[in-house]
Each structure stands twice: as structure tokens, then as C-alpha cells.
């Protein structure tokens, strides 16, 4: 007996709730079978109105609020307001400041990457790699700690300079954390790149073309991954990026490989960095004086935060508060790649996909909103209730 | 007759305390922080902190969490979500502020999209200060709830049956 | 090419062009080209693809306060180390903007936020959702602008 059936069209929604997330945002993807047809985003769940409060502290005050956009990369948010303020004002920090700014900056990226690399692999259920990653990332907080007071929200900087030191036991504690962390880095470049469950999950998944990507406007090492070549600290060399020099990490494959790959790369990348800096930090002062107010005008800062290109465009009026502070996170730009890219593949690869472009996480929401195709109702589901719909429906369908 | 069934309650609460203190399962939620008291709640899950070995245990789903983790200054599109979860909750239920943000709303206090506070939404049992607060402080402030769970007082009785919509 | 180089670049190819354009060299690494007329803000930034000076790096919009009838909304450009900024004054009651979806995709994002943020119309938008204000958020009601009132919102 021919059995017809009208293919059901699912929508399957993930978020908000998401632990760690820069912005938690609520996806929604419709499938047919496992195959996802169609992606739509919600974000907002993070928006504190940042940027309407920042209008109204000072300049220095400002300095703690943007800190604290993200937690991951809170010393690059804070070095590009810096740096931003000190083009406004025509004021130089000195350059044991920039260098240590680079420094920190070396090390936030390390911290990111690690902890990318345990989160992704826990949304492609690798539990172990999870935990081994952030056993190690332990490592460099610890010598975040001991550089600057804090693990997560160092405020190392302040407007005109730096305000932690360096001295021969902490330049000695750097250099043996980072021999251990280039070692097990190694190890996990051995790991995504020749394991073949892992490999099953990332190799020649969500490919975005090279044409695709600068279409998309995608940055980052998410962009790196498929052959674009922007990288500010390269093309655009802000605070001591001049004096030491990146080599960019690239990938032609596109693939979610390319992704890790391009970011254990940019690991060894900061190992190198940071002990050339070390081994040549210039002497001198901290910090220079910065005036209370800022004289009039308009600053453009880019910098190269772990997730990609964060922008800063600053407008002062001559007091002591901004005119207008606009910040551009990387991930709004690696969000539509997500949406586009999501799109054919199937629904299992859509967390790894997110993760791909480094959001942070993502965690499956707890109901299931079934809307049938061509009928315009819709029901809420749980889990449970769903697989007992399932049940139901394929016993109807065989009987 | 009477004094067996009390001695049978007493028993089985006993039992109860005893389960709950030991094996709490705990919820975490971000209602819109900056992620570093996120990554700090993650923090203890892991080798070095390892909150599994005191017998807590992260869950995906409010409908098996004894402990709700929340994180974050409550922003207005949280707000709603926030108390879903709240609600989805079963009793004896627990609630833990963690970060400035969550106690206050921090750096964003007065901000137009913030409710400033989780307090401001839902009852909340303990709060932990900090910015972030450390693994090991977040560890100690669920361990010091616990144990007034264990001893407990009339502070910290699990909330009645009947759940107010705190307004706001 | 060096910094210099790609801004005399780019200033002799917009003063070729025939559309009512203002250029000015704030500092050493910018070129802000003013357009004076909204309809050939989407000609110039396809002659600035074309070129293929620089990508679009963000959005911007200036509200001076309620006082001035005009907003400013600067779109940056970046070839290297270079910024090319846009400069475009749309009116701030009823003001329309064309939308630079179908050149660039990756504007959307950018201008679904200046809606929601200014209440600048954008024409052409695919998805004019809300993208960062939450859904119980007043309507008409733009935090960003200087006027905006926070009692606005205790009051729903």
C-alpha cells in the first residue's frame, strides 16, 4: 500500500541559552529530514546599550565599561579605545607600553584559542579534548594572572599607556608556560588534523569559497581559513605590530578544518611573537600623560581581536565625555556566513559550523516549534513529547 | 502509629537533604554578560577545579537542575527568558547571582536595556561577588549554600509551592 | 601600494567622477569623500567595489541633537591601512536611505542596526527585523538619538 505524505517541514530553534556567549542569540533552523533549508537569527539577548552608556561617562570611565563588552577579549577592546583616545589627544604611549599591550595581546589570543579549541570540540561531543584544552589554557591564565592581578578582565591599560610591569621572574614564568603550551599545541594540531572521527566532523564541511567569504564580508582567522588575506596586525600595524612583525596564518580549503588549522597555526604564531618581544622588550616608561579632556575630532581604530577585526570609531567634542563611541564586534560581520553557510548542511554540523567562526557556544533550546508545512498552526513540543508525536506518527503511517 | 510515620518524614527528608547537598544538578544561565563569569563557571568543570568531584553536575535542562547559576545584568530581552526558566524549575529550587553584573549590574548599572540585577526578576539564594568572581570563589559560595541546605535555617528554606511573578 | 599611495588613488578617481562629491584629508591614513546627493550613494560605493578600494568595514551614524534637522552616516571603506569614509547627511524626520544589500550582503547587519538604533529608513532591506532591541522594545523609540528619554520605556 502507497502511503502519501506531505514532507514536514521542522523549525528547529537553538538559544538563547548560551553559556560564555559573546552574544547569545536565538537561531532558528528549518529543516526537511536532517538537511537544513532555511537559518534566521535573533540576537540581542547581550545588548546592555553599551554604547548610549559610554556617552555618558568619561573618558576614563569608559575605559572600565568597554573592558567589559567581552570577557574573552577585554584587554583588545580597552588597547583599541586606547589607542583610539591617545590619536584624539596627539599623545604617544612610550614603547615599553605598546609592547607589553602586545604582549597581553599575544597572550588574550592564546587564552582564546584554547578555550576555542575545548569549546568546539565539545560541540562535536569531543568531551576529552574539551577538558585537556582548558586544563592547559589554565596555564596562561595563571601567567595572566601574575602579569597583571586577574584571569579574565586584566585592565592593563590605561589611557596613555600601561599600567603592569615586567620583571626577570615573570619574563622567566612567561617563557616556561609558553614551552609547555607550544608542546601541547603540537599535540592538538596532531589531533585535528589526523583523527579520523574528528576529521569526519570538520573535513570538507561547510566550505565557504574564497569569493564567498569577501562577498559575506567575513574577518578573521574565519576568513583566513578560506584564502582572504586581511589581517590588520599585517596590513595595518597598530601599537608595536610595526617593530614586531605577524606572519599571517592561511588556508586555502575553506573547510571547518581550515578553521582549525588556521587558529593552532596563529598559536605558534604568538608563541614566536611573544618571545621575540621578551627577548627585545625596550626600556622606558609606562604610560604618558593623557589630558582630562580630549580635543575635538573623529579617531577610526582597527585591531585584530582573537575573532577577527574589531573596529573603533571615536568622536570627541572637546570635553571631558565622548561624543560617540561605535564598536564593531567581528562576530556580527561572521554571523551571515553562519546563516548562508548553514543552509544544505545537515542539522548535526550546525553547531560545529557556529562554532567554526568562534562565538563562543551555543546550547539546544528545550522545545521543539513544529509548524507544518502549508498549514499555518503550529504547535510547542518538549523533547519527550516529540518523540512520542514520532512514534505515534510511524505507526499511523505503517499500519 | 504517629510517632512511626513522623519518624518515617523525618527520615525521608533527611534522605532528601542528603541527596540534594551531595549531588546538587546545576543550570547555567547568561542573561546577558560579558562572558567572563561564564567562563569561570566553565572553569570549575574542568581538571583543574573539577566541581564533578563535589558531586555537581551541569545540566542542559531546567526540569532536572536543583541550582540555577545565573550570570549577567538581566538585559530586557533576557527578562522574559529568564523567568521561563525560573519557572520550568521544579521545587526546591535554589538561585545563585554570580559577578557584579548579576548582583548590581556592574559597569552597566543604569543602562537602558539592563534590569540591573537578577534580584530584580527572580528571588535569588546567594550572591557572589567578584569581576569575575574566581573559580575557587564561585566553588565556595555554592558550597556555603549547600551547606546551609544541610543545617538549614529559616533564610534559606526552599521557596513555597506557590510561585509569586515577581513584577518588575 | 602604501597607505599614501591608495588614497591620492582613490581621490583622483572620485574627483573623475561626475557625482556631487566633496574630499577632504582629515589625517595622513583617511579620505572622507562627502556625497551631497542620497540616490548616488549606491553608484559611488559600486565604483568603489569596482576599483576594489577597500571593503566595508562598518556603518556609522551621528546624531548631533535634536537642534540640527540632519544625521550624519559615515560608511568606512578600508584598503590596508587606509580608511575611505562616506560621509552622507540624511534628514532625521523621514529619512530614507538606499540600501546596500544587493552590492554588499554583508551591509544588512549593519544597517538593520542603524534603523533600530537612529530610525533611519532604509529602502530596500531584506529583513528589516529587529536585530538587537528586544521584541517588547516601544516602536518609534531610538535609544541612540541624542533625545532619546529612558522614562519612555518604565512607562510601558
Redesign the interface.
Known amino acids: 500500500m502507497e502511503s502519501k505524505r506531505e514532507p514536514e517541514r521542522f523549525t528547529i530553534a537553538i538559544g538563547p541559552q548560551h553559556p560564555a556567549l559573546k552574544e547569545p542569540g536565538s537561531f532558528q533552523f528549518t529543516v526537511d529530514g536532517e538537511i537544513v533549508t532555511k537559518a534566521y537569527v535573533r540576537l540581542g539577548y547581550a545588548h546592555r546599550g553599551i554604547e548610549k552608556a559610554a556617552e555618558q561617562r568619561n573618558w576614563i570611565q569608559d575605559l572600565y565599561l568597554l573592558e567589559r563588552i567581552c570577557g574573552i577579549c577585554s584587554h583588545i577592546h580597552a588597547t583599541a579605545y586606547c589607542l583610539a583616545a591617545e590619536q584624539l589627544a596627539h599623545v604617544e604611549a612610550p614603547p615599553r607600553a605598546q609592547a607589553i599591550r602586545v604582549l597581553v595581546a599575544e597572550l588574550e589570543r592564546i587564552h582564546s584559542h584554547f578555550l576555542w579549541i575545548g569549546v568546539s570540540a565539545h560541540e562535536a561531543g569531543f568531551e576529552t579534548l574539551f577538558m585537556y584544552s582548558w586544563r592547559d589554557r589554565e596555564t596562561v591564565m595563571d601567567l595572566l594572572e601574575g602579569l597583571t592581578g586577574n584571569r579574565v578582565n586584566y585592565s592593563v591599560n590605561v589611557l596613555g599607556g600601561v599600567k603592569c610591569d615586567i620583571d626577570k621572574e615573570q619574563t622567566a614564568a612567561i617563557l616556561k608556560g609558553i614551552e609547555f603550551l607550544e608542546e601541547r599545541a603540537h599535540h592538538y594540531f596532531d589531533v585535528l588534523t589526523k583523527d579520523t572521527m574528528f576529521l569526519q566532523r570538520t573535513r570538507g564541511i561547510a566550505v565557504m569559497s574564497r569569493n564567498q567569504a569577501e562577498v559575506m564580508g567575513v574577518n578573521g582567522p574565519t576568513a583566513r581559513a578560506s584564502n582572504v588575506a586581511r589581517d590588520i596586525r599585517v596590513e595595518a600595524p597598530y601599537a608595536a605590530y610595526k617593530q614586531y612583525p605577524v606572519k599571517m596564518a592561511l588556508d586555502t580549503r575553506g573547510d571547518l578544518e581550515a578553521r582549525f588549522v588556521v587558529r593552532v597555526n596563529e598559536l605558534f604564531e604568538s608563541f614566536r611573537l611573544i618571545r621575540q618581544i621578551l627577548a627585545t622588550l625596550p626600556e622606558g616608561e609606562l604610560a604618558a600623560r593623557f589630558p582630562r579632556r580630549v580635543p575635538a575630532g573623529e579617531a577610526v581604530m582597527r585591531v585584530e581581536a582573537p575573532r577577527g577585526e574589531l573596529f573603533y570609531f571615536i568622536k570627541s567634542n572637546g570635553t571631558d565625555k565622548p561624543e560617540r563611541v561605535k564598536v564593531r564586534t567581528p562576530t556580527i560581520c561572521n554571523m551571515t556566513s553562519v546563516i548562508k553557510l548553514a543552509v544544505g548542511n545537515q542539522l548535526a554540523d550546525v553547531p560545529m559550523i557556529l562554532a567554526g567562526i568562534d562565538p563562543c557556544f551555543s546550547c539546544n533550546d528545550r522545545t521543539v516549534q513544529l509548524r507544518e508545512a502549508g498549514n499555518k498552526t503550529s504547535s510547542m513540543m518538549t523533547w519527550e513529547e516529540l518523540r512520542l508525536h514520532g512514534i505515534k506518527f510511524y505507526e499511523g503511517l505503517y499500519k | 502509629m504517629d510517632r512511626k510515620v513522623g519518624l518515617w518524614k523525618e527520615t525521608m527528608q533527611g534522605l532528601k537533604t542528603w541527596a540534594r547537598v551531595n549531588s546538587p544538578w546545576v543550570l547555567h544561565f547568561n542573561s546577558g554578560s560579558c562572558n567572563g563569569c561564564d567562563i569561570e563557571i566553565l572553569a570549575t568543570l574542568t581538571p583543574r577545579f573539577d566541581v564533578e568531584r563535589l558531586g555537581i553536575k551541569l545540566q542542559a535542562s531546567p526540569r532536572q537542575a536543583d541550582i540555577l547559576l545565573c550570570t549577567g545584568p538581566v538585559t530586557r530581552q533576557a527578562r522574559e527568558r529568564l523567568l521561563r526558566i525560573y519557572e520550568q524549575m521544579p521545587e526546591p529550587k535554589f538561585v545563585v547571582a554570580i559577578g557584579s553584573c548579576a548582583l548590581s549590574g556592574g559597569v552597566f548599572q543604569g543602562c537602558y536595556n539592563v534590569m540591573d540585577g537578577i534580584d530584580h526578576v527572580i528571588p535569588v539564594n546567594a550572591f557572589i561577588p567578584g569581576c569575575p568572581p574566581r573559580p575557587e570563589a564561585i566553588i565556595d559560595g555554592v558550597v556555603k549554600l549547600l551547606s546551609s541546605l544541610a543545617s538549614p535555617t529559616s533564610k534559606t528554606q526552599p521557596q513555597s509551592l506557590e510561585v509569586e511573578k515577581v513584577s518588575v | 601600494m602604501n597607505t599614501e599611495e591608495i588614497l591620492t588613488l582613490a581621490s583622483g578617481i572620485v574627483s573623475s567622477w561626475d557625482w556631487a562629491t566633496e574630499i577632504s584629508r ?1 589625517n595622513p591614513k ?1 579620505l572622507d569623500v562627502k556625497v551631497n546627493s542620497l540616490q548616488e550613494l549606491v553608484p559611488i560605493v559600486v565604483g568603489l567595489r569596482v576599483k576594489r578600494l577597500g ?4 556603518i ?1 551614524c ?1 546624531d548631533p541633537g535634536p537642534a540640527s534637522k540632519d544625521m550624519e552616516v ?1 560608511y ?1 571603506f ?1 584598503p ?2 587606509a ?1 575611505i ?1 562616506l560621509r552622507v547627511r540624511v534628514p532625521r524626520e523621514n529619512g530614507v536611505l538606499p540600501s546596500l544589500c544587493e552590492v ?7 544597517e538593520r542596526e542603524l534603523h533600530e538604533m537612529f530610525g533611519v529608513e532604509i529602502s530596500g532591506l531584506h529583513t528589516p ?9 516601544p516602536i518609534n523609540v531610538y ?2 538619538r541624542k533625545d ?1 528619554d ?1 522614562n519612555v ?1 518604565s512607562a510601558n
Open positions: 582629515p583617511q571593503y566595508l568595514a562598518a556609522v551621528l559615515l568606512h578600508c590596508g591601512d580608511v569614509a554588499i550582503p554583508g551591509a544588512e547587519v549593519f527585523d529587529r536585530l538587537y532591541l528586544p521584541d517588547d522594545w535609544p541612540m532619546f529612558p520605556l
